[in-house]
């Protein structure tokens, strides 16, 4: 029996989206792959998902096209994000807002800053104070659980 509907064949975008984003393994594993951490080691370490939950969520994010697995030569195997689990970013942000908003005192751990101008931002996909898009290639975060320095997010290159 499944655990929820199968909104895959919906008409209705919104719930189609929710069919493959939906599911908070999907989230925390985006999470990790623009923070740089590609390989499924690093993403079950800093997931805490079970080997079993990780390799079914990892198939079921290649089949709706947000990664691609990686083979390389030297046995490191990895993930990139695909053109399509790059357009996640804003819905990361938005979750990141969202928790600042509701609970600006709260642990939340993770800043949203402009990597052209430095700012923090209180948008999801520009910055307020240059109008850049707030894309992979110019967005910085600061987490917590990573030291609480801004870095660069990974675009998709390869693993």
Excluded: K
């Amino acid at each position: 029996m499944p655990l929820r509907s199968d909104w895959s064949s919906a008409t209705c975008p919104i719930a189609r989206t929710a069919d493959v984003l939906a599911d908070p393994w999907v989230l925390l594993i985006l999470r990790e792959l623009f923070s740089g951490r590609t390989h499924f080691d690093q993403l079950r370490d800093a997931t805490g998902a079970a080997d079993s939950v990780l390799s079914r969520r990892l198939t079921a994010m290649g089949e709706a096209d947000l990664i691609a697995r990686e083979d390389r030569a030297d046995a490191r195997s990895g993930y990139r994000l695909t053109a399509a689990g790059r357009e996640t970013l804003p819905i990361l942000h938005a979750y990141a807002r969202f928790a600042r908003i509701t609970d600006p005192d709260g642990p939340w751990g993770l800043t949203v800053s402009c990597g052209r101008c430095g700012e923090v931002s209180g948008s999801v996909d520009w910055c307020a104070t240059c109008a850049a898009a707030l894309d992979a290639d110019s967005t910085r975060w600061a987490r917590r659980s990573m030291g609480g320095e801004p870095f660069a997010l990974r675009s998709g290159d390869a693993a």
